[in-house]
T-cell receptor, first 115, second 109 residues
Framework: DTGVSQDPRHKITKRGQNVTFRCDPISEHNRLYWYRQTLGQGPEFLTYFQNEAQLEKSRLLSDRFSAERPKGSFSTLEIQRTEQGDSAMYLC?????????????FGQGTRLTVV | GQQLNQSPQSMFIQEGEDVSMNCTSSSIFNTWLWYKQDPGEGPVLLIALYKAGELTSNGRLTAQFGITRKDSFLNISASIPSDVGIYFCAGYNNNDMRFGAGTRLTVKP
């Protein structure tokens, strides 16, 4: 499978617990994005990496959220002290940024439910 | 929040009909992308547009990058039931990709 892979697909957690999601991008892609999507809305940008460097973070990314891409390959998104408002689909996308070519491909997402 | 205005929000059409949806922005984008998302899945890239005025087709899908670089439209010809889903536009600048709120398409057989 050469697509973007996300794990787990679903996560149910109790409020206050920490959760971590993983994203494995397409292997040669140097850019990796995290988005959050709530019902009836389009994906909202959270953060992105160019190789291992985290170059931009949205204001949506509170201090309870942290993302890493330590070796420039897979990435993790951790949410600490989860709140009910964190319930959403978390999407990862990757792209090979070359000039204007910025086609980004998404994984299937991790659906988080905080109870 | 969303920076792209996508319309219509939803469409109910008969199988075989053509569909048109569009996306506008107050900002200029260098790239426009159109995605389709099925329930519980991630968005799937349909078409990418890189030049103002560019018209690109992918099977029954045709999309155009507006001359002002602030808008794009997507047409689907001769719709079929599997076209059902939510269609998102996305504008890309430098390091940033922003999405519209989506157009939900329902196709009646």
């Amino acid at each position: 499978d050469t697509g973007v892979s996300q794990d787990p697909r679903h996560k149910i957690t109790k409020r206050g617990q920490n959760v971590t999601f993983r994203c494995d991008p397409i292997s040669e892609h140097n850019r990796l994005y995290w988005y959050r999507q709530t019902l009836g809305q389009g994906p909202e940008f959270l953060t992105y990496f160019q190789n291992e460097a985290q170059l931009e973070k949205s204001r949506l990314l509170s201090d309870r959220f942290s993302a890493e891409r330590p070796k420039g390959s897979f990435s993790t998104l951790e949410i600490q002290r989860t709140e009910q408002g964190d319930s959403a689909m978390y999407l990862c996308a990757s792209s090979l940024a070359q000039g204007w070519n910025t086609e980004a491909f998404f994984g299937q997402g991790t659906r988080l439910t905080v109870v | 929040g969303q920076q792209l205005n996508q319309s219509p929000q939803s469409m109910f059409i008969q199988e075989g009909e053509d569909v048109s949806m569009n996306c506008t922005s107050s900002s200029i984008f260098n790239t426009w992308l159109w995605y389709k998302q099925d329930p519980g899945e991630g968005p799937v890239l349909l078409i990418a547009l890189y030049k103002a005025g560019e018209l690109t087709s992918n099977g029954r899908l045709t999309a155009q990058f507006g001359i002002t670089r602030k808008d794009s439209f997507l047409n689907i010809s001769a719709s079929i039931p599997s076209d059902v889903g939510i269609y998102f536009c996305a504008g890309y600048n430098n390091n940033d990709m922003r999405f519209g709120a989506g157009t939900r398409l329902t196709v009646k057989p």
